[in-house]
């Protein structure tokens, strides 16, 4: 489940927006103006920046540069009025990759939003597999051993997670800031328990847990678990 922030004044606009995105079974995060975006993006990492040019505070092409000086990879759709191609040169130059023009039809948001989600190849809504689990995103199932497993919305989001980054460790701290959002008031205790609850699901069939954990450093997915 890509986790999308969505930075517009527009609260009405937002609201139609979010609705959209969460439909298609993504983690939407709002934010209203520049600092609160710029601040949001110093902590927690997103799949795709949906970012407004005209946003109070500090502007949206301010919030794109200095999130591109500092490293960040995110790929960014903006959203302006603005219409020039000077304007728009200035935009990609900064490191937007793409722009939509407002008044734009929900539907080509949408199809935007999946363009940009395909690149990364992690992102990809295709069935994970690890040993004997199987993760599949369009229909929010997990089977083990071909029995379906029934894990909440977070622990679905997590185990995913890891499984799109086999082998890697990432600490409490790390999974916090990417999978959870700035607005769910959590600490690292309520990521250390999700990742009991997913380990306790995932037992049985004499296999040892795929979700492993690296002591003192953080938690994995083991593709070979011995």
């Known amino acids: 489940m890509p986790k999308i922030l969505i930075v517009e004044d527009d609260k009405s606009l937002c609201q139609v927006l979010g609705e959209s995105l969460q439909s298609e079974g ?131 989001a997590v185990l995913e997670f890891l499984l799109r980054h086999p082998k890697q460790v990432y600490s409490a701290d790390a999974l916090l800031r990417c999978v959870w959002t700035a607005d769910e008031t959590v600490g690292t205790e309520t990521v250390k328990t999700h990742i009991k609850n997913i380990r306790a699901k995932l037992v049985g069939g004499g296999k040892p847990s795929v979700l492993t954990t690296v002591f003192g450093v953080g938690y994995k997915v083991d593709t070979d678990p011995e």
Do not use: C
């Not at 039809?105 to 949408?110: D, G, I, P, S, T």
């Open 26 to 156: 993504h983690t939407v995060e709002i934010s209203n103006d520049g600092a609160d975006a710029s601040s949001r993006l110093r902590a927690y990492q997103y799949d795709l920046l949906v970012l407004d040019w005209d946003i109070p505070v500090l502007s949206g092409i301010e919030v794109l540069k200095q999130f591109r000086v500092r490293g960040g990879k995110t790929p960014i759709l903006m959203l302006t009025g603005k219409s020039k191609v000077d304007e728009k040169e200035l935009g990609f130059e900064t490191g937007a990759d793409d722009y939509l023009t407002k008044p734009f039809e929900l539907r080509e948001f949408k199809s935007r939003i999946k363009a940009l989600l395909r690149r990364p190849a992690a992102l990809q809504s295709k069935t994970l597999k690890v040993a004997d689990i199987v993760l599949d995103p369009s229909l929010f199932k997990v089977t083990k051993a071909g029995t379906e497993v029934a894990l909440s919305k977070k622990e679905f």
